[in-house]
């Protein structure tokens, strides 16, 4: 069975700080590995994904991700953050071909301070 | 695109009370997506569907859930009879099935069982 594990339920940076978020995975095979962002009572959007090929991956709001196989990790980061980057963070791993069932992690919150 | 949308986007029930929340996923989106929101449980999927058809069922909690997609553009989560122990921010994704996992979430619909 695939999990995910988030080990931060809480960080607290500073505006203008790097940031980044651990999430580890378990799963028989590479999964696709996702990154979802949730502010306060909105929905979850997509920061990025991985399925194959380059293992740091781009995605949207300046984030990126690197997949590491010997470690089971796919780690978020940011070089700088912005005090609009305060939300909750959820990593997600699918199995490929399993229609879009994913299993998320607990979540981390991030929290900027000026 | 409207994106995924979901209503009610708040509730506030009384226990016992039948309870159906709704959701009309992205035009040309095949498989679409129920999850649960606690902050003792994370981020649960109780359910998904691909071409109106239901696939896994096994997260619905109980026999007091049910869920339907009559068609494509248009899918019911029902509790009946509802207990405070549902109070919880139910999503609703969707994904394309060219799309590989990529899932797409409304803004939720809150739900408080008093």
């Known amino acids: 069975a695939q999990s995910v594990t988030q080990p931060d339920i809480h960080i607290t940076v500073s505006e203008g700080a790097s940031l980044e978020l651990r999430c580890n995975y378990s799963?028989?095979?590479?999964?696709?590995l996702f990154w979802y962002v949730q502010s306060p009572g909105q929905g979850l959007q997509l920061l990025l994904k991985?399925?194959?090929?380059?293992?740091l991956v781009q995605g949207i709001k300046g984030f990126e991700a690197e997949f590491k196989r010997s470690q089971s990790s796919f780690n978020l980061r940011k070089p700088s953050v912005h005090w609009s980057d305060a939300a909750e963070y959820f990593c997600a791993v699918g199995a490929p071909n399993s229609w879009g069932k994913l299993q998320f992690g607990a979540g981390t919150q991030v929290v900027v301070t000026p | 695109d409207a994106g995924v949308i979901q209503s009610p986007r708040h509730e506030v029930t009384e226990m016992g009370q039948e309870v159906t929340l709704r959701c009309k996923p992205i035009?040309?989106?095949?498989?679409l997506f129920w999850y649960r929101q606690t902050m003792m449980r994370g981020l649960e999927l109780l359910i998904y569907f691909n071409n109106n058809v239901p696939i896994d069922d096994s997260g619905m909690p109980e026999d007091r859930f049910s869920a339907k997609m009559p068609n494509a553009s248009f899918s019911t989560l029902k509790i009946q009879p509802s207990e405070p122990r549902d109070s919880a921010v139910y999503f609703c994704?969707?994904?394309?099935?060219?799309?590989?996992?990529?899932?797409?979430f409304g803004a939720g619909s809150r739900l408080t069982v008093l």
């Open positions: 994704a969707s994904s394309p099935s060219s799309g590989a996992n990529v899932l797409t």
């Open positions: 035009s040309g989106h095949n498989s």
């Open positions: 991985y399925f194959s090929g380059d293992t």
């Open positions: 799963y028989g095979a590479t999964p696709y």
